[in-house]
């Protein structure tokens, strides 16, 4: 079955110091790993996909195929990064997808 | 760009009644819509994927006779939780995938509608 776990519910830094919130997935396929953030009061929104290889407002994320991780970072944390962070998967040839349950970062000043 | 709206964003209704959520793509055509159901504190769990002009597609568990979808233009899909019961209040968030041009094939998530039922 497909899965996708945060293992944080909360993780708080203070600004500056380095962020990496945690996402294995299951899946026997390829997947397509996702991050979305959620910042306060506002909707879901894409931050990065791992096919793009890109970095996003700071945040970089690999695929480790091997680990079956997509963990997200960022070298120096700051406090408009304060948010309710996803990953997601999508599986093959599919449109549909798999939420993690969410990582809240707290960026302290 | 890539602007999805839902209506209503807030609705209280009695149990037994029904109530229709609707999902618009603004600026864009979406020929595939998500719909997704978030609990307190929990993640987003996907309902049904709503392809326009033809049957909504349902995950497991899903019961499509309470949670009738209807796609019936390219910018417009709605859910309607037929004969409503308190432990359908949650929080309904719709998506909608662009086919190309501007909003690309990307996903674009709506703000949400918090059903309460009494």
């Known amino acids: 079955a497909q899965r996708v776990t945060q293992p944080e519910k909360l993780l708080s830094v203070f600004k500056g110091a380095p962020v990496e919130l945690k996402c294995n997935y299951s899946?026997?396929?390829?997947?397509?790993l996702f991050w979305y953030v959620q910042y306060s009061r506002q909707r879901l929104q894409l931050l990065l996909r791992?096919?793009s290889r890109e970095s996003i407002k700071g945040f970089t994320a690999d695929l480790n195929k091997g680990e079956t991780s997509f963990h997200l970072k960022k070298p120096f944390a700051q406090e408009e990064d304060s948010a309710m962070y996803y990953c997601?998967?999508?599986?093959?040839?599919?449109?549909?997808?798999?939420f993690g349950t969410g990582t809240r970062l707290q960026v302290f000043p | 760009g890539a602007v999805v709206s839902q209506h209503p964003s807030r609705v209280i209704c009695k149990s037994g009644t029904s109530v229709k959520i609707e999902c618009r793509s603004l600026?864009?055509?979406?020929?595939?819509m998500f719909w997704y159901r978030q609990f307190p504190k929990q993640s987003l769990m996907l309902m049904a994927t709503?392809?326009?002009?033809?049957?909504?597609?349902?995950e497991q568990g899903v019961e499509k006779d309470k949670f009738l979808i209807n796609h019936a233009s390219l910018t417009l899909s709605t859910l309607t939780v037929t004969s409503a019961h308190p432990e359908d209040s949650s929080f309904y968030i719709c998506?909608?995938?662009?086919?190309?041009?501007?909003?690309?094939?990307?996903?674009?998530f709506g703000p949400g509608t918090r059903l309460t039922v009494t």
């Open positions: 600026d864009f055509q979406a020929t595939t």
């Open positions: 998506s909608a995938r662009g086919t190309s041009g501007s909003a690309g094939y990307e996903q674009y």
């Open positions: 709503s392809n326009e002009g033809s049957k909504a597609t349902y």
């Open positions: 791992h096919i």
């Open positions: 899946y026997s396929g390829s997947p397509e």
């Open positions: 997601a998967l999508s599986a093959d040839n599919t449109d549909k997808l798999i």
